[in-house]
Every structure is written in structure tokens, then in C-alpha cells.
């Protein structure tokens, strides 16, 4: 099925990255919740195999019959999303999660996938230097129709890992002086008509206090205020695995999923934020400049869209666990608990891969 | 080949997304200096805001389940009470403040003491409770000083409560302060200080339906103990209600006669083994477990001579006396030894081995088959067909009847009493078995132990000629949110004692005679109503715990038995009695017994 030129070309290092970050996260998830119940950090390297599987699997497919299918595959995951809402039980305030007997999974996640996939097809043969009115309505419309679908879940922090897709997109394609502005305009009537309109309460207080954490530190801040005082707290070499009072004594909140990063300074220090550092700037370096081993415009889109997700991820959440950015369900890609976040992200390193091992095929 | 994918010019989008991952790098070392400035140069701050941060646990106790007889009546149930704690982490001098609170709340210093010595190694932040049972006026005093103390906790929680005081109290049981080696037993794993637990009864054998499960709230306090945020919460689940077989009006009536006696009664349902009364005299009062005894009180309650705490119904042994002439009259009729003619004269005293034994009637019974043997609880008609068995035979009826192991009522601490036999003197008394022991044996004296409700299920086996049942107390439980009932089946115990019922009928012809027909039961008849029976008295004491002696004036008195069913062909009811040193069973066990018949007639029929 897959001959042997192709697996030599399998970036192995890319791998051998995405299991390292992988297994610091199951270090940490074992030491924020060894005294729950639940045994997550089994249950999350469970997840790495899996999900080790499907990128293996994935990538002896061509890329190619993915994006001729991408409008398909679009399509059909469209419905389960529309179907939630319409069939889904609220499970802590959101409809985002099909149940089965013994995992969760987030459909919402997966999409993110088809939503890469049908963005680089649409800007497969765009050779222009900016892009152009209609192929910004075309892939704003293809994904504003999940985006619509999620928000209404309500899962904020999932739409918002959507936006660096499009914009990774768009970037490519090219901005003009007159499009951003347009752009920033309706950025802006759009923030305004969701805060009015679509922000639960609690949610604009998480942005608000972030303007100013001790206005409030019992309510929204004091969250933001805990993971700040773990993470300064830890110092320079840190509390020592499984001795950060603050995580230990629970006074962080979703410590194995969301604010697995305040448990590694607060344990780790600042040494340990740093090899997280720069195992991220590893992995993202090693996803940007595996662009121009793409051999067609479409892998470019693909490997850039796909970069720009997880860096996004990556900033949003680190940022949101020291006190920058409000506090929003984002997980650390690879590190937090979370089949589906973990999954999803395997898959989309596997279209780089995927990208990159055929980039000598003639076809 | 100009459109061939490979030499397409893709070099205007790579540039610009190599120019979007240097903003990445910026971004990544931008990150990285603020970090360095949170927990390397703002380190110290943060530090001490941590250190500051104190969690406390405040545990919601689940209220235990209820408890209620057959009818719906409550036997235990909740009340409110308030508890102070200490929080060690707030307090700076515990002399100085044992001696303030005992001020305070007049507790003595030395108690408070003892208590923080007896908990020094738990965790800071979790209470220590010192005091339950405040009444408002302490309550208040507490709540007033919050500010001066504030290393002293007030706590709300559910209460057990017997509402009906020293009621069924061996068949409830009670509950206890876990002790600290208990503590650490992986089975009490969610168990907290000062928390109560079931020790005795269905309290303890039913003690993970009834406990329920603690809720809990951990919230975020500052240094001096005041709120500054919730962290997590769990709401308490009160445990299953308890549905028991007792009736209370047969119980109450069961303690009544009893009263100022020792001594045991059963009422057990002779066709499905459900306990009807299960009443044990002198009581004690459970009540008094859950409001801490005084160390004087719990002194008195363990050391007094008759042992108030003991359920005599299951724990009391006792030589069974002429009742175990049933067993002896089974087996020998099952044997083929004898008929229901064979008869043995009895003038008051014979001798058997060379050795004098004695009928308990003087002047004799004359010539004595087998109904007049059980009707007149002849011994020297048994001597007979004891001796025409022998001890190996006996032993081994004995414990096809239900002798010598637990019947496996639902209840703790039910002892197994003991059927001897060649093999155990050896074992036991490095001694050979005399063929005399035999012949004692054979009227239920000697080594023999039998407990009350051992002797109940046994009667009820007669009864049922041949088909055993397993006694409990529990009849169901119930979720008490969903009001959803769960049956409980106790099966009967997986013997037949496989004797043929023509000899059940024999021996039950015979019980009925001692009662209906001027036999020694016959103080427990009813009018109309087929009551079959057997007394017996039993001339040894035998200790609840071994080696205690018998009150002076008790010396020469037996204790009384009585042991009977009804109606004589559809059996419904079992009913035991002993009243220890009561003298001849028939005498003042066997007018108890008849309330109790009558009272269950009356009820049920």
C-alpha cells in the first residue's frame, strides 16, 4: 500500500517531537490528578496510542485524495454538529460531547481537520497576490457554518481555535491595506455583536477581570490569581513532582486539563516552563520549516493552517494561565488532558507529514 | 512541464509564512522574559501569597440512613447537633488555648488535652471535634468570639437519635468514635475523626447502606481563617432506610416481661426465619453512645455484672437442658432405636454406669414412652435412650439439628455455642470421653452450649419438620430519594438434616402434650390455639464471659427455658424464652411465653 521510498521520507524527528511533548504531559497530568479518581494519566496514554495509530494511518493515504474529498468530508461532519445541537445533553453547560460507554469525543474538535483540509483545496490553484472578495466569502462561509454551529454548543474556547485556521489562510493569501481594514471593521462590529449578544455573564467577567484580576479576587479573578501565584510561586527550579501546595491543595481549577502549565511551574519552576519552551519552539520550528519541502501550493496552506493551530493554542492557553488572556477552555496541545484536542492535533501533524514524505512523488 | 506542481513558484506564500513563524519566535521569547519576571524577580511575592493560602475542608456528613421496624415505626432517626473543632493551623499555643476554651465552654482542660495529643498526627486544616451536643447558649458564645478565636470551628451536623430509647437497643446496636488504629484500616478509608460508626448490630452489619456518603466543601481561607473563595463542593447523600423484620408491639411486649429479669426472648416467623422480637434483658440505652459517655459512665456500663451490652439472644450461652431432649428424641426415632411405644420406667433415680442419676420429679414418672417422656421432661427416659445412642450419634443429630455453629442472622457477633464429642475433649481437655458425660449430655447438661436464638431456629425446624431457615432481621432498604425498595433474601442455610418426618410428627405430638395436656409447658397454653412446646431448666450456669460468678442468692437457682411454635399444623410462629435463674422453666419462662403467643395470635391471626 505504501512503498518504501515514501517511508523513508516519514520526518521522524517530527515523531519523536510530537511523543516527547506528549509524554511531559502525561508526567504532569499524573502528578494534578494521582489523587482523583479516574486514573487519567492512563487513560491519556491510552489516548497517545490511539491516536499514534490513526496519524499512522493517515499518512499512507495521499493528501491529495483528501482534498478531492475535502467538500464530501465537509459535508458529512456538518451533520453530527447540527445533530448535537439539536439531540445533545448539556454536560457541564455544553452540547459539545457524543457520548460512547467509555470515552467522550468532541466532534467540534475533529472538524477542525475537514475545515484545513477544504480551506487548502479552496486555495489550492489561487495564485494571486491578495486574495480576492470571493474566495474570502468562499472560506469564510465554509467556516463560519461550524463556527456558528460551536458557538451556539456554547463552547467559546473551541470557536476561537478555529480563527487562527482562517487567518493562517488568509495570510497566505495575501492581505491588501484596504482588506485588513475592512477586516479589522468587521472584527470589530462582530466582538461587539458577540459580547452583546452571544458572552454568557461569567464570560465577560473572565475578560473583564482580566483587565484588572484583584477587582474581584473571591469571583472570575480568583482563578487567574491562583495560577499566577503557582507559577510565581514555583521560582526557579520549583516545588519539587507532586509538591506544588497550590495544585496538590487544589487550589487551581481543571489542573489536569486547562492549567496543566501552572502545575509545571509551579513543580518545575522556571526551569521546567523553559524546557516546555523550548520543546514547543522545537516542534513549531521543526512544522514551519517543513513549508518549503511542500511540493504544491495546497501542502503549504496545509502545513502553515496547521502550525498556526497548534502555536495559537499554545500561546492562548500560556498566556491564559499566567494572567494575559481571559480565561477560556483552550488545552495545551499535547500536554492537557483530552482525547479529542490530542487527537485532533496528531491528526493534523499527520497531514504535515503526510505533506512532506510525498513531496519527491511524482503523481 | 510549466504547470507541473513541482515547479511551481510557491516562494511568495513560504516567505510569508517564514515571516509569521519570527513573530511566533518574538512571541516565545516575550513569554519567556515575563516569565522569567514572574518567578524569578516577583518569586518572593508570590511565595508568600502562597504560603498564605490555606484550604479548608469542611466535610457535609451524610445523615445516616433510618431505621424502622415492620410496620413503619422510626427506631432511629437524625436530630441536628452542634460540634466545636479545633483548627490546629489557626491556633499558635494549645495550652493557652485549652485552658481558654475550657473556660469558655467549661469542658476540663485535661480533656481538651488529651483529645489534641490523641489527633497530633493529622493534618493541620482538618478539625478536631472536642465537644458535641452544644447546647444554643454555648453555641452562641462560640459564634460571638470568632474573631478571639479563631482556631475554634462550629459545626452543624446530623445526629443519631433513638427515638425510642433502650427499644430493640441489642438488635440496632449502636454507634462508636473510631479509634485510631481503626482509623488507619484501609476499611474505614473515608472515615473522618470523631466520626461515629455502626459497633454492634445493624448499625454495624449494615453500616455501608446506612452511613450514605459525606458531602463536602473545600473553600479557600486567608490566614486568619476567613472565607475567600469555594473551591469545591459535593452535596451529602443520606443513606439507605432500613426496613427490619422487628414488630414492635411482640418486641415491646418481649421487653416487658423480661423487665428486672435476665434473660432472652426470640419471635422468629417459623416459615420464612424473619425476626419477629429479638428482646435481651438487662439494656442499655444507645443513646448514650452517641452523646459521649462521661469515663465514669462507660466504666459502669463495661463493668457491670450483668453485662447490659451483650444481645443474650445471640452472644448468650447457655447449656440447653431438657430442650435438647427433642434432639435426643429425633435422632434416636430417626435411628430406628426406639418407637414411639418404647417405654423406660422412671422411679425418681436410677443408676447408669454405676452412677446414681435422678429424675427432676422425685417420686417418678412410672413407666414413660416417648410422649409422656417429652410431655413430663422425663430424664430418666432419656438417660435411656441417650445411653442406646451414644455421645458419637448424639453429637452428630446435635448438629444436624443447628447446634454447635451460627444460625447467620444478620446481626454481629453471634456466637457458635458448642456440641462436645470424643474428638473435642481431646482436643480441648486432653481427656477421654466417659461413657457418664453421655448419659448428661443426654438431658442437655455437661459441656453442651446453645444460644437462645440457636435453640428459636432449631424450633423452628421441628416445626417445619425438616426445612431450615435462616433468621435475619433486615427485610428491605430503601433509596431514600428514589423511594426505591430492594428486597433482601437470606436463603436458607444448605442443609437438610434429612431425618424422615414421621419422627418430626412424633416429637412434635409429644410438645404438644406438654403443653395442652398438663405437661411441663402447660402454663403456655392458649385456648384453640395448638401451641407445642418445651421447657427446660438448667442446673450449671454458663457465663456470657467465662469465669464470673453467679450473684450469691442466684446460686442455687436454674435458669428457665422455654422453647415452643404454633399452631401445631401450620406453624407461624417460634417463640424462645430464658430467664436466667428463674428457676423450672415451665414455672417462669413458659407464662411469658404465652403473652407472646397470644400477643402474635392476636395480631396476625
Known amino acids: ?363 | 512541464m510549466k504547470n507541473s506542481k513541482i515547479y511551481e513558484d510557491l516562494s511568495l506564500i513560504i516567505k510569508r509564512s517564514f515571516r509569521i513563524f519570527l513573530l511566533v519566535e518574538i512571541l516565545l521569547v516575550a513569554l519567556a522574559i515575563y516569565f522569567w519576571k514572574i518567578q524569578i524577580v516577583d518569586h518572593n511575592k508570590y511565595w508568600h501569597q502562597s504560603e498564605a493560602n490555606r484550604i479548608r475542608e469542611v466535610v457535609l456528613p451524610a445523615p445516616r440512613g433510618l431505621i424502622k421496624d415492620r410496620d413503619g415505626h422510626i427506631l432511629a432517626d437524625n436530630i441536628a447537633s452542634f460540634k466545636a473543632s479545633l483548627l490546629r493551623e489557626n491556633c499558635k499555643n494549645f495550652n493557652l488555648f485549652s485552658l481558654r476554651v475550657s473556660r469558655l465552654l467549661n469542658i476540663e482542660e485535661n480533656i481538651l488535652k488529651e483529645r489534641i495529643e490523641k489527633y497530633k498526627s493529622w493534618p493541620q486544616f482538618k478539625p478536631i471535634v472536642f465537644e458535641d451536643n452544644l447546647n444554643l447558649k454555648e453555641v452562641s458564645l462560640i459564634e460571638g468570639r470568632q474573631l478571639e478565636f479563631p482556631e475554634l470551628v462550629l459545626q452543624t451536623e446530623p445526629k443519631r437519635y433513638y427515638p425510642q430509647d433502650t427499644f430493640a437497643a441489642h438488635t440496632i446496636g449502636y454507634l462508636q468514635e473510631l479509634s485510631e488504629e481503626e482509623m488507619k484500616s484501609s476499611l474505614h478509608k473515608e472515615r473522618r475523626l470523631g466520626d461515629l460508626v455502626g459497633k454492634k448490630g445493624i448499625e454495624k452489619i449494615y453500616d455501608n447502606l446506612l452511613r450514605g456518603e459525606d458531602g463536602y466543601y473545600v473553600e479557600a481561607v486567608d490566614s486568619v481563617g476567613r472565607h475567600v473563595g469555594m473551591i469545591e463542593k459535593r452535596d451529602p447523600v443520606q443513606g439507605y432506610t432500613l426496613k427490619l423484620t422487628i414488630d414492635c408491639d411482640l418486641q415491646r411486649m418481649a421487653e416487658e416481661l423480661l423487665e428486672g429479669k435476665e434473660g432472652a426472648a426470640v419471635v422468629l416467623d417459623a416459615q420464612n426465619g424473619e425476626v419477629l422480637a429479638l428482646a435481651s434483658y438487662p439494656t442499655f440505652d444507645p443513646n448514650k453512645f452517641i452523646n459521649r459517655f462521661s469515663p465514669q459512665e462507660w466504666l459502669d456500663l463495661v463493668n457491670n455484672p450483668e453485662f447490659p451490652l451483650e444481645n443474650r439472644a445471640i452472644r448468650g450461652l447457655y447449656a440447653p437442658g431438657s430442650l435438647f431432649k427433642l434432639v435426643i428424641a429425633l435422632a434416636a426415632l430417626d435411628l430406628n432405636l426406639i418407637t414411639q411405644n418404647t417405654s423406660f420406667f422412671c422411679s425418681g433415680s436410677t443408676r447408669i454406669y454405676n452412677q446414681p442419676f435422678s429424675c427432676w420429679s422425685e417420686q417418678g414418672h412410672g413407666w414413660t414412652n416417648l410422649f409422656n417422656g417429652i410431655r413430663n421432661s422425663c430424664n430418666i427416659y432419656f438417660y435411656n435412650v441417650g445411653k442406646r445412642l451414644g455421645i458419637e450419634e448424639i453429637a452428630r443429630y446435635a448438629v444436624r439439628l443447628g447446634y454447635g455453629s451460627r444460625t447467620g442472622i444478620d446481626l454481629t457477633g453471634e456466637k457458635e455455642g458448642l456440641v462436645p464429642s470424643p474428638e473435642w475433649k481431646k482436643k480441648v481437655k486432653d481427656a477421654p470421653w466417659f461413657p457418664g458425660e453421655t448419659i448428661s449430655v443426654s438431658i442437655g447438661q455437661g459441656p453442651l452450649l446453645v444460644t437462645p436464638l440457636q435453640v428459636a431456629v432449631h424450633t423452628a425446624l421441628i416445626a417445619n419438620r425438616g426445612v431450615m431457615v435462616t433468621p435475619h432481621v433486615l427485610m428491605s432498604y430503601q433509596n431514600p430519594d428514589t423511594k426505591e425498595d430492594k428486597e433482601v433474601r437470606f436463603p436458607p442455610k444448605n442443609f437438610n438434616p434429612g431425618i424422615e418426618s414421621s419422627a418430626y410428627e412424633k416429637v412434635i405430638k409429644g410438645m404438644w402434650r406438654a403443653v395442652n395436656d398438663e405437661g411441663t409447658a402447660r402454663l403456655a397454653r392458649i385456648q384453640d390455639y395448638d401451641v407445642c412446646a418445651k421447657t427446660g431448666s438448667t442446673q450449671v450456669v454458663s457465663s456470657i464471659k467465662g469465669g464470673e460468678k453467679p450473684k450469691p442468692e442466684n446460686k442455687l437457682k436454674t435458669h428457665s427455658w422455654f422453647t415452643g411454635f404454633a399452631p401445631q399444623d401450620y406453624p407461624k410462629v417460634v417463640v424462645t424464652v430464658i430467664v436466667e435463674f428463674g428457676g423450672m422453666g415451665g414455672a417462669s419462662a413458659a407464662p411469658l411465653a404465652r403473652k407472646l403467643f397470644e400477643l402474635y395470635r392476636e395480631k396476625y391471626d
Open chain 1, 1 to 363: 500500500m505504501i512503498d518504501r521510498r515514501l517511508l523513508s521520507n516519514i520526518d521522524w524527528v517530527l515523531i519523536a517531537l510530537l511523543l516527547w511533548n506528549s509524554a511531559l504531559g502525561v508526567v504532569f497530568i499524573y502528578s494534578s490528578s494521582h489523587y482523583l479518581p479516574g486514573n487519567y494519566y492512563l487513560r491519556q496514554i491510552i489516548w497517545i496510542v490511539l491516536s499514534l495509530i490513526a496519524l499512522f494511518l493517515f499518512i499512507m493515504i495521499d493528501y491529495k485524495n483528501f482534498l478531492t474529498y475535502s467538500l464530501h468530508l465537509y459535508i458529512v461532519f456538518i451533520f453530527p454538529l447540527a445533530g448535537m445541537l439539536l439531540f445533545g445533553k448539556l454536560v457541564v453547560g455544553t452540547k459539545s460531547w457524543i457520548r460512547f460507554p467509555f470515552f467522550q469525543i468532541q466532534p467540534s474538535e475533529l472538524i477542525k481537520i475537514i475545515m484545513i483540509l477544504l480551506l487548502a483545496q479552496i486555495f489550492s490553484e489561487y495564485k494571486a497576490r491578495y486574495f480576492s472578495w470571493n474566495k474570502l466569502l468562499l472560506s469564510g462561509g465554509a467556516v463560519s457554518l461550524p463556527i456558528l454551529l460551536v458557538v451556539l454548543q456554547p463552547d467559546l474556547g473551541t470557536t476561537l481555535t478555529y480563527v487562527p485556521i482562517i487567518l493562517a489562510a488568509l495570510i497566505l493569501a495575501g492581505f491588501s491595506r484596504k482588506s485588513f481594514i475592512f477586516i479589522l471593521i468587521f472584527t470589530l462590529v462582530l466582538s461587539f455583536g458577540v459580547w452583546n449578544f452571544f458572552l454568557k455573564e461569567y464570560q465577560k467577567q473572565r475578560i473583564m477581570t482580566l483587565i484588572n484580576p484583584l477587582q474581584d479576587p473571591l469571583g472570575a479573578g480568583y482563578h487567574i490569581l491562583q495560577s499566577k501565584i503557582a507559577i510565581g510561586s514555583g521560582g526557579f527550579l520549583g516545588k519539587g513532582y507532586k509538591k506544588g501546595t497550590q495544585s496538590q491543595l487544589r487550589f487551581l481549577p481543571a489542573r489536569h486539563t486547562d492549567f496543566i502549565f501552572s502545575v509545571i511551574g509551579e513543580e518545575f519552576g522556571y526551569a521546567g516552563v523553559i524546557v516546555v519552551f523550548l520543546s514547543y519552539f522545537l516542534l513549531l520550528s521543526r512544522l514551519f520549516r517543513s513549508i518549503d519541502k511542500s511540493r504544491d501550493r495546497a501542502g503549504v496552506y496545509i502545513i502553515f493552517m496547521v502550525a498556526m493551530m497548534i502555536a495559537f493554542q499554545f500561546f492562548v492557553n500560556v498566556m491564559m494561565v499566567i494572567g494575559l488572556f481571559p480565561v477560556i477552555g483552550i488545552p495545551l496541545p499535547f500536554l492537557s488532558y483530552g482525547g479529542s484536542s490530542l487527537l485532533t492535533n496528531y491528526l493534523a501533524v499527520s497531514l504535515v507529514l503526510n505533506v512532506k514524505m510525498r513531496r519527491f512523488v511524482n503523481v
